[in-house]
């Protein structure tokens, strides 16, 4: 079984903290990583995608990414309270052909004015 | 672009009816994916296609649940008959080949909440 797990959360930062969300994911093989956010109530909206070993910026956001350790983060800059969502880590497995997305449960994050 | 179109938004029904959700795909994707989210489960894919073909449909729970993507904008998640235990949101993603640059990037809908009473 291929998994994605992550910290449910909930997961609190003050206004204009780093928010920090973590994933790890058991095929070794994975080769895509993606980050999507999603408001209550709305569907997943992607906002990160990583593949490679190392950093990946893009405004306030970072990806990380390390394959040797199995595991995939993104931090958030300069937190603003309309960062508070669920972030869902999404992991491309290993096969030729396999376009699946297998994603964790998600981490709820609530940035505190 | 729309982007990938759902169709209802919310679906509320009996024990025992039909239901059937719409999806269409973001024009030019050639990968469609129907997917089910529960808050004690999460986010689960339950079959995927590829140019209207069925890949893998080993996350349909069972027999009741089917789906057919009769042409390359439209496809559609059936299930016959509806349990109080498929209550859920029903989300359709689709994304595009390898052979563009955003591969494996899927693209969600807006879902649909079903509730069977």
């Known amino acids: 079984q291929k998994e994605v797990e992550q910290n449910s959360g909930p997961l609190s930062v003050p206004e204009g903290a780093i928010a920090s969300l973590n994933c790890t994911y058991s095929?070794?093989?994975?080769?895509?990583f993606f980050w999507y956010r999603q408001y209550s109530g709305k569907s997943p909206e992607l906002i990160m995608s990583?593949?490679?070993?190392g950093d990946k910026e893009d405004g306030r956001f970072t990806a990380q990414l390390n394959k040797a350790s199995q595991y995939v983060s993104l931090l958030i800059r300069d937190s603003q309270p309309s960062d508070s969502a669920t972030y869902l880590c999404?992991?491309?497995?290993?096969?030729?052909?396999?376009?699946?997305?297998?994603f964790g449960k998600g981490t709820k994050l609530s940035v505190i004015p | 672009d729309a982007g990938v179109i759902q169709s209802p938004r919310h679906e509320v029904t009996e024990m025992g009816q039909e239901v059937t959700l719409r999806c269409k795909p973001i024009?030019?994707?050639?990968?469609l994916f129907w997917y089910r989210q529960t808050m004690m489960r999460g986010l689960e894919l339950l079959i995927y296609?590829?140019?209207?073909?069925?890949?893998?449909d080993s996350g349909m729970p069972e027999d009741r649940f089917s789906a057919k993507m009769p042409n390359a904008s439209f496809s559609t998640l059936k299930i016959q008959p509806s349990e109080p235990r498929d209550s859920a949101v029903y989300f359709c993603?689709?994304?595009?080949?390898?052979?563009?640059?955003?591969?494996?990037?899927?693209?969600f809908g807006p879902g649909t909440r079903l509730t069977v009473l």
């Open positions: 993603a689709s994304s595009a080949s390898r052979t563009t640059r955003l591969y494996n990037e899927q693209f």
């Open positions: 095929d070794r093989g994975s080769q895509s």
């Open positions: 990583i593949y490679s070993n």
């Open positions: 999404a992991v491309n497995p290993s096969g030729a052909g396999s376009y699946q997305l297998t």
């Open positions: 024009s030019g994707h050639d990968y």
């Open positions: 296609f590829n140019n209207n073909v069925p890949i893998d």
